[in-house]
């Protein structure tokens, strides 16, 4: 089977509750268009941490973009929040709090672009 040529997708997402729903919907929807069923399950689960991580911690809208290349999947969560995540050390008191160790374990690689205009784009990428 060949792979897709490159594609890219975006969405808005309000900052509240349903915001990593949509999200993994968006997911679902596009990987499942560009024949990518392989990364459905690992794309939703990132894009879900991330798209929470904004929401809780960036307290704004984002915004999710896809760009699927020939070697891997780009997943992107943009949003205004001044901080930065950190991964969290293992706390089996605390609920919470694992998103991006649970991010690293599924990704090639993840990271951090701040914007010049504020915010920050956190992004993570999905071998294929």
Known sequence: MTRPQARRAERA???????PGEARRFVREHLGS????GLI???T?????LV?????HGHSDCRVRLMLGPEALRIE???EGPGEPEVQPV?????GGRGLLLVSAVSERWGIEHLEAGGKVVWA????
Do not use: M, P, Q, Y
């Not at 689960?45 to 941490?49: D, R």
């Not at 929470?52 to 809780?56: I, S």
């Not at 990428?125 to 294929?128: I, K, N, S």
């Open 41 to 43: 399950e690992s794309a």
């Open 45 to 49: 689960l990132v894009v879900s941490e």
């Open 13 to 19: 997402l309000d900052g509240d509750e349903r915001a």
């Open 34 to 37: 560009w024949e990518c069923d």
């Open 77 to 79: 969560v943009e949003d």
């Open 125 to 128: 990428e999905l071998a294929r």
């Open 91 to 95: 706390d089996i008191e605390r609920f």
């Open 52 to 56: 929470t991580n904004a929401v809780l």
